[in-house]
């Protein structure tokens, strides 16, 4: 089956940096995305790999290892308005999106 | 260019009622997905339209849900008649790279 792996929720500190990470097994592969997502909004893209190695963004950085199904996403420098759901997600070989359950990030002062 | 649009952004309807949720996806994009966050869960796929066929609407809950792309261009989801496990957050989404998403439908079943 298909399957996508990240903690539940983490918890960190204002100024610090996080990693969140998230292993897949899925048919196929087409790509990986991050999502962030607040409450009861729809889910905004910051990243997508594709290729193996470290895509920096600003504050967010987001990694991907294909031969270990693994990706991570890092943020630097939080700010308390990081706080929210960080979903990864999967593109198959259907390009259908196969999502994670979410990283509930918890951010405090 | 722009977005993913959908609408309504918010809907409240009673339990056996009928609500229809629109998408309009970029222009040119031909595939077209719709996905559900029911609250506290995550996203689940609903279906995929290539134009204005249903490629893969193995997500569908059941037949009280019909999506349509007449022209390939806007879709609709229609609940009809709504149970109140229908509440969530609806997600239309069209295809470049990343996928573009819609800002959602808050339906709401009381």
């Known amino acids: 089956g298909q399957n996508i792996d990240q903690p539940t929720e983490m918890t960190a500190t204002e100024g610090a940096i996080v990693q969140i990470n998230c292993t897949y097994q899925?048919?196929?592969?087409?790509?990986l995305f991050w999502y962030q997502q607040h409450a009861g909004e729809a889910p905004t893209f910051l990243s997508y790999n594709v290729l193996d190695g470290l895509e920096e963004k600003g504050r967010f950085s987001s990694f991907l290892s294909r031969s270990k199904g693994y990706s991570y996403l890092l943020l630097k420098e939080l700010q308390m308005k990081d706080s929210a759901s960080y979903l990864c997600?999967?593109?198959?070989?259907?390009?259908?999106?196969?999502w994670g359950a979410g990283t509930k990030l918890i951010i405090k002062p | 260019e722009a977005g993913v649009t959908q609408f309504p952004s918010h809907s409240v309807i009673e339990k056996g009622q009928t609500v229809t949720l629109r998408c309009d996806p970029i222009?040119?994009?031909?595939?077209l997905y719709w996905y559900r966050r029911v609250m506290g869960k995550e996203i689940k796929f609903l279906l995929h339209?290539?134009?204005?066929?249903?490629?893969?609407e193995s997500g569908m809950p059941n037949n009280r849900f019909l999506a349509e792309r007449t022209g390939g261009t806007y879709s609709t989801l229609k609940v009809q008649p709504a149970e109140l496990e229908d509440s969530g957050v609806y997600f239309c989404a069209s295809r470049g790279s990343p996928l573009h998403f819609g800002n959602g439908t808050r339906l709401t079943v009381t």
């Open positions: 222009s040119g994009h031909d595939n």
């Open positions: 997600a999967v593109l198959d070989s259907n390009y259908q999106l196969i």
């Open positions: 899925t048919s196929g592969f087409n790509g």
């Open positions: 339209f290539v134009k204005e066929s249903k490629q893969d």
